[in-house]
């Protein structure tokens, strides 16, 4: 079966084609600039790059412009669109109402679209995919994959805010959590590698890439997780500042004369290791900067590992011990400086990291020495694998 897979952003939307018995991609690529002017960049599988720049007034025409890529004589992979059996969507946000991925209706479009004032940037976009999707394929089935559909089953006591209980009723506040796919395909397999599928288990999973979040998953189901009602909340990131105290909000506000919605865009898009250290929010640099000598980027360096050690201390104790744990995403699978400071917090656990195995970068493998009482994994993630995995789970 082929399952188009679409990740659709405000401006962009990137896609792979997998062919689900093999796993392999069969091709994949990215349209920018969307409504701008627009340029997609198409890679087939052992072919070469071939990139089009043409207007894209809207997500239709980017739409179009992939599948003439993906059935064109030259750079092609597919003869017609008739051997795309299904397509699967990446949607951010699945509020209450999705605790798992669906195929998608029309009843479902509808409970999606209740969602938007929860994700108002990322939502509408999904929608705008699936709608441009469904123009150009009909008859096509499609599935809905949801960031926040793995974190549903955290129970009350993690996801309720302390604040007056008619907010939740009345406004659905409380913690959701992203990059839940990433979490269920990680801790999917960290459990079949620590051989705990079929008993009781605790391991926790640190997402860390631009955007990072930690969850904890106790018999394969998630129990927290760092991220909350949006994705500022948690760890420091790329660029966002992760937990702080709401009233810095106020105070930021009236000490630079602008409204809530600049600071929170301060805090989203100019704060985190950036912010910190005036460098760069790419960890790759920030590494440079502090070989260098560049104090604050070293500082940026030491925050991210502390509030991540931090985390994951928390959530042992609220699973009362941990088994295992696996760092994934673009940090996690590769900066090994990362992985182990973050470690050496987490002695007191009895972790001990192997060195040499640690020097890895994007490779599944064991980091941890046969005595360390916790097993540390690099697992590397794969968003677009698992909705694939997920779109024919479900249609068969
Ligand atoms: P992501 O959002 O998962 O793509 O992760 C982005 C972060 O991962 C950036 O801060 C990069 O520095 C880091 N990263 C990605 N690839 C590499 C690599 N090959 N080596 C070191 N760091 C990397």
Redesign the pocket.
């Known amino acids: 079966m082929n399952v188009f897979v679409v990740n659709c952003g405000s401006s962009s939307l990137k896609y792979q084609l997998i062919d689900s018995e093999t796993e392999q991609v069969i091709a994949k690529g990215l349209c920018e600039r969307i409504g701008i002017d627009g340029r997609l960049t198409h890679k087939p599988n052992g072919g070469e790059e071939f990139i089009r720049e043409d207007a894209m007034p809207n997500h239709s025409q980017a739409v179009a412009y992939v599948l003439e890529a993906l059935t064109d004589e030259k750079h092609g992979v597919i003869s017609s669109l008739s051997e795309i059996d299904a397509v699967g969507h990446r949607v951010v946000h699945g509020g209450e109402k999705f605790a798992n991925s669906v195929v998608i209706t029309d009843e479902v479009i509808t409970a999606i679209e209740e969602c938007n004032d929860l994700a108002p940037l990322h939502n509408p976009a999904n929608l705008i995919g699936i709608s441009a999707c469904k123009a150009l394929m009909p008859g096509v089935p499609m599935t809905a994959v949801f960031d926040t559909a793995f974190h549903q089953t955290m129970p009350e006591k993690a996801y309720m805010y302390g604040t007056p209980y008619e907010y939740y009723k009345d406004y659905k506040v409380r913690k959701y959590g992203f990059h839940g796919t990433s979490h269920r395909f990680v801790s999917g397999r960290l459990l079949e590698l620590i051989d705990k599928t079929e008993t009781e288990s605790k391991v926790i999973i640190c997402h860390l ?3 990072s979040s930690i969850t904890a998953v106790k018999d394969g189901r998630s129990v927290d997780t760092s991220m909350g009602f949006t994705p500022l909340d948690g760890l420091i990131m ?1 660029t966002r500042s992760g937990s702080i105290d709401p009233a810095v909000v106020q105070f930021l506000s009236e000490k630079l004369n602008c409204g809530i919605d600049e600071v929170i865009n301060i805090l989203n898009k100019k704060s985190g290791v950036e912010g910190i250290s005036g460098v760069s ?4 640099d920030l590494d440079a900067a502090s070989i260098e000598g560049n104090e604050r980027a070293s500082l940026a360096l030491d925050m991210f590992a502390y509030r991540a050690a931090q985390v994951i201390g928390s959530f042992t104790a609220s699973m009362n011990g941990v088994d295992a744990i696996a760092f994934t ?3 996690g699978e ?2 090994f400086k990362i992985r182990k400071e973050i470690c050496e917090y987490l002695g007191y656990l009895g972790v001990i990291l192997d060195e040499k195995k640690n020097a890895v ?2 490779e599944e493998i064991k980091i941890s020495t046969d005595d360390s009482k916790v097993t540390v994994y690099v697992i590397p993630t794969n968003e677009e694998l698992a909705i694939a995995r997920e779109t024919v789970a479900l249609l068969q």
């Open positions: 890439g631009n955007g790329g929010s790419d960890f790759r995403a673009g940090i590769n900066n970068r994007g």
